[in-house]
């Protein structure tokens, strides 16, 4: 079933939340302000878990640092720069990051409200007309679909299509804590990615074009293990980053298949990540601000991770990495799923 509820009013705009519950008990709140997961309600033996971050009122969510969760368009992750050149043009987009963009700048779709239609028992349909804001051209017409199924899945499909030629890689930005939303910690999850190499990055987030092995450094997740934060803030590359915000650079490429999979010892609450796309940036909260507000309480800095299904960051920038243009009447389709279930 679905339920909706007033939310509050972003610049006179009404905000929704919707809730999508299953038969198995299992409810995701999503927000028409940037369709964000505000709540992930998982039933264990010994009550409801939260185990997605989020704010309590719209104006929470406008706090510095602390926007959490949402869709990320028309461009996830980083940009050198903040420039490319594309069907024989120089595009300049805002510099939100240093010199860089983040999250296609003030463009980024977590801040936008969505019209949301209910497309099924258990399925919303979350549309916004891109119209090119922080210097991208052209406009983009997207949909995403999400989906709660009885399988315990949070299905998101996504189709953008453009009026001219862009570059569009778009993800989910919500952050997890599996121990439940306030526990504070990631040190008692443990992580396993099905990839064997990564983009390694230089200290302000821009990767250096090269695809290197995982094997015999700190981001060898490719067996289950937990972050070892203490020691991995050793390796220089993390500490620039004061954790995980890597790319990975998953097995299969493009191809439907299981991206990563994280467990709380504490609970037993396991999350899956599958995807068709070929990179998946894991980010351990690392810049949430200190006395973020939450939903009863505060977050800080790595209370929360992200599985953010993508193309390599700064894509367009490196021809050796998939190519994340899409050319005037393709249209642009992925699908990410999330599902939950508890280890024994």
């Given at each position: 079933?679905?339920?909706?509820?007033?939310?509050?009013k972003v610049a006179g705009q009404d905000v929704y939340s919707y809730t999508l519950t299953n038969r198995g008990g299992l409810s995701a709140e999503l927000l028409s302000l940037g369709g964000i997961l505000n709540s992930f309600l998982v039933p264990t033996g010994s009550g409801t878990i939260d185990i997605?971050?989020?704010?309590?009122?719209?104006?929470?969510?406008?706090?510095?640092?602390?926007?959490?969760?949402?869709?990320?368009?028309?461009?996830?992750?980083?940009?050198?720069?903040?420039?490319?050149?594309?069907?024989?043009?120089?595009?300049?987009?805002?510099?939100?990051?240093?010199?860089?963009?983040?999250?296609?700048?003030?463009?980024?779709?977590?801040?936008?409200?969505?019209?949301?239609?209910?497309?099924?028992?258990?399925?919303?349909?979350?549309?916004?007309?891109?119209?090119?804001?922080?210097?991208?051209?052209?406009?983009?017409?997207?949909?995403?679909?999400?989906?709660?199924?009885?399988?315990?899945?949070?299905?998101?499909?996504?189709?953008?299509t453009p009026s001219e030629d862009t570059i569009i890689n778009l993800t989910h930005h919500a952050y997890f804590n599996l121990s439940g939303h306030l526990s504070g910690s990631l040190e008692d999850h443990t992580f396993q990615i099905f990839a064997d190499h990564y983009t390694p990055v230089k200290p302000?987030?821009?990767?250096?074009?090269?695809?290197?092995?995982?094997?015999?450094?700190?981001?060898?997740?490719?067996?289950?293990?937990?972050?070892?934060?203490?020691?991995?803030?050793?390796?220089?590359?993390?500490?620039?980053?004061?954790?995980?915000?890597?790319?990975?650079?998953?097995?299969?490429?493009?191809?439907?298949?299981?991206?990563?999979?994280?467990?709380?010892?504490?609970?037993?609450?396991?999350?899956?990540?599958?995807?068709?796309?070929?990179?998946?940036?894991?980010?351990?909260?690392?810049?949430?601000?200190?006395?973020?507000?939450?939903?009863?309480?505060?977050?800080?800095?790595?209370?929360?991770?992200?599985?953010?299904?993508?193309?390599?960051?700064?894509?367009?920038?490196?021809?050796?990495?998939?190519?994340?243009?899409?050319?005037?009447?393709?249209?642009?389709?992925?699908?990410?799923?999330?599902?939950?279930?508890?280890?024994?």
């Amino acid at each position: 079933m679905i339920q909706k509820e007033f939310f509050g009013k972003v610049a006179g705009q009404d905000v929704y939340s919707y809730t999508l519950t299953n038969r198995g008990g299992l409810s995701a709140e999503l927000l028409s302000l940037g369709g964000i997961l505000n709540s992930f309600l998982v039933p264990t033996g010994s009550g409801t878990i939260d185990i997605a971050l989020g704010h309590q009122s719209v104006e929470d969510f406008f706090s510095e640092g602390a926007l959490l969760g949402g869709i990320v368009g028309r461009n996830a992750n980083r940009i050198k720069n903040a420039t490319f050149a594309l069907s024989g043009r120089k595009i300049q987009l805002e510099q939100n990051d240093g010199s860089h963009n983040l999250h296609s700048g003030s463009g980024s779709y977590q801040k936008k409200i969505f019209t949301v239609e209910e497309v099924g028992k258990t399925s919303l349909c979350l549309k916004h007309l891109d119209l090119g804001e922080g210097g991208f051209s052209g406009t983009v017409t997207v949909a995403v679909t999400v989906t709660l199924n009885d399988q315990n899945q949070l299905v998101l499909e996504y189709t953008a299509t453009p009026s001219e030629d862009t570059i569009i890689n778009l993800t989910h930005h919500a952050y997890f804590n599996l121990s439940g939303h306030l526990s504070g910690s990631l040190e008692d999850h443990t992580f396993q990615i099905f990839a064997d190499h990564y983009t390694p990055v230089k200290p302000d987030g821009i990767p250096t074009g090269e695809i290197r092995p995982v094997e015999g450094t700190v981001f060898d997740f490719t067996r289950p293990r937990g972050l070892d934060l203490e020691q991995a803030l050793k390796d220089n590359e993390v500490a620039s980053r004061r954790g995980y915000d890597h790319n990975f650079c998953l097995k299969g490429g493009r191809e439907f298949k299981d991206a990563a999979a994280v467990v709380s010892q504490t609970t037993g609450i396991k999350l899956i990540c599958s995807t068709d796309q070929p990179g998946l940036q894991l980010y351990t909260g690392n810049f949430i601000a200190e006395s973020t507000p939450g939903k009863g309480g505060v977050y800080g800095p790595r209370s929360g991770f992200c599985l953010e299904t993508q193309n390599f960051p700064d894509a367009v920038n490196n021809q050796s990495f998939p190519s994340p243009v899409v050319r005037k009447g393709e249209v642009y389709r992925t699908k990410t799923v999330y599902e939950v279930s508890l280890i024994s």
